[in-house]
Structure formats: C-alpha cells, structure tokens
C-alpha cells in the first residue's frame, strides 16, 4: 500500500513562512507528477502547485512569486515553501501523487495525504 504523509502545518501570522513536506512510502515503481491542493471551509480543493518528474512546475496565480515546489526524488518527498503568507493562505493542505507502482503493470492511479492545517492569523 502506498502512504502520503504530510507535515509542517501550523499557526502563522501573516507575513510568515511555513514549509510544508509529504512522504511517500509503500511500493512504488515510479513517480511522476507530485502536487499540493487546499480546501478551505466550505470551499473546493483547488490545485495550489505541482511539479513534474523532470522538475517543470506549475503553481496557482495567488500563490505564484510566494510559493515554492520542490521534490527529492531519493527521499521520495516533496516540499511546499510558503512565504509571505496572508489569511486567504488558510485552509488544510493535501499532497497528492501520481504513481506508477509495478514496473510490470502500466497503470497508474493518483494517491492523497490526509492533509494539514495551515492557519494564518491577520
């Protein structure tokens, strides 16, 4: 079975940094692109940056110039530096990646954290 683990989540006051980090572990024969989502109450999951197995990132307009994306890819992980955060910035924040996990089988399917908290406080 395959297990996204994140951490680093906490209270911030605006203006503040956290870094965000998600392991993976359980069997996986590759992985390809890795990301970061948020959900705030009573609101959609919506992508806040991805990268790719090559390294190309893609991040959302109101995180971009703030946020960085980062994987290394021996440690399985990927990190989410947050800079200059604001109280919009708060919401619980979900990796996800999407893994090939046998190298005799092509599929692939996409694998969730549990998700952390990440409060900013004006």
């Known amino acids: 079975q395959v297990q996204l683990v994140e951490s680093g989540g906490g209270l911030v006051q605006a203006g503040g940094s956290l870094r965000l980090s998600c392991a993976i572990s359980g069997t996986s024969f590759s992985i390809n692109s890795m990301g970061w989502y948020r959900q705030a109450p009573g609101k959609q999951r919506d992508l806040v940056a991805s990268?790719?197995?090559?390294?190309?990132?893609n991040y959302a307009a109101s995180v971009k110039g703030r946020f960085t994306i980062s994987r290394d890819s021996a440690k399985n992980t990927v990190y989410l530096q947050m800079n200059t955060l604001n109280p919009e910035d708060t919401a619980v924040y979900f990796c996800n990646a999407d893994i090939r996990r046998f190298s005799w089988s092509s599929a692939r399917n996409v694998w969730w954290g549990q998700g952390t908290q990440v409060t900013v406080s004006s």
């Open positions: 990268i790719t197995s090559g390294g190309s990132t």
